[in-house]
């Protein structure tokens, strides 16, 4: 069971950054992927980035990639996601979630790939 807290959201105007943590509980943090995802009003949750466990390969979404940094520290169970740059259209709550990954290598960008989820934190881009 890994249970999963974010925190490091809030309100910034365009153009600003913030930085996202996703503490996780568990003593293997370090055999699983993490991804972050994102949801807006009346949107379905999407995929935003994503990081293994062995040889911390990173996947973007189109749409953040330049932008945000995905990064893990296995020593604190911590995954972070750096956003500069921000946009209006970056406001969403943003959630982590964990699963075991098949491989170091494996990175997922499906909901459906993952075991575990946080609560969300909300971010909000004003223009």
């Known amino acids: 069971q890994v249970q999963l807290v974010e925190s490091g959201g809030g309100l910034v105007q365009a153009g600003g950054s913030l930085s996202l943590s996703c503490a996780a509980s568990g003593r293997t943090f370090n055999r699983y992927a993490m991804g972050w995802f994102r949801q807006a009003p009346g949107k379905e949750r999407e995929f935003v980035s994503a990081i293994s466990w062995g040889d911390f390969s990173t996947l973007y979404a189109d749409s953040v990639r330049g932008r945000f940094s995905i990064s893990r520290d296995n020593a604190k169970n911590t995954v972070y996601l750096q956003m500069n740059s921000l946009k209006p259209e970056d406001t969403a709550v943003y959630y982590c979630?964990?699963?075991?990954?098949?491989?170091?290598?494996?990175?997922?960008?499906?909901?459906?790939?993952?075991?575990?989820w946080g609560q969300g934190t909300q971010v909000s881009v004003s223009s």
């Open positions: 979630a964990a699963t075991r990954g098949a491989s170091g290598a494996s990175v997922y960008v499906q909901t459906s790939s993952y075991e575990y």
